[in-house]
């Protein structure tokens, strides 16, 4: 089983950065690909990234391709997504989670962390 807690979400101005982190128990962690999800009130639960177990692939949503980057570190069984340019429209609740293949589809993944709040204001 794994255990996934968010952190690093909060209030900033549009065009700012924030590094949201994502901290796994666990062994098997480096067995999982890892994602980023987001939902905003009134929305649909949207895919924002996701990276392969080793780390070696990544895919991201156009809505955020060439500002968030994912990445991850096996041995800290870390995995970030740092937010760049950011725009009020990036302001929702921004969750983990850990599946066995690095798709878009949430309904695959299997474990989900409890999320952290990221307000961009204009």
């Known amino acids: 089983q794994v255990q996934l807690v968010e952190s690093g979400g909060g209030l900033v101005q549009a065009g700012g950065s924030l590094r949201l982190s994502c901290a796994a128990s666990g062994r098997t962690f480096r067995s999982y690909a890892m994602g980023w999800f987001r939902q905003a009130p009134g929305k649909e639960r949207e895919f924002v990234a996701v990276i392969s177990p080793s780390g070696g692939s990544t895919y991201s949503a156009d809505s955020v391709k060439g500002r968030f980057t994912i990445s991850r570190d096996n041995a800290k069984n870390l995995v970030y997504l740092q937010m760049n340019s950011l725009k009020p429209e990036d302001t929702a609740v921004y969750c983990c989670?850990?599946?066995?293949?690095?798709?878009?589809?949430?309904?695959?993944?299997?474990?989900w962390g409890q999320g952290t709040q990221v307000t961009v204001s204009s």
């Open positions: 989670a850990a599946g066995l293949a690095a798709v878009t589809n949430p309904r695959t993944y299997v474990y």
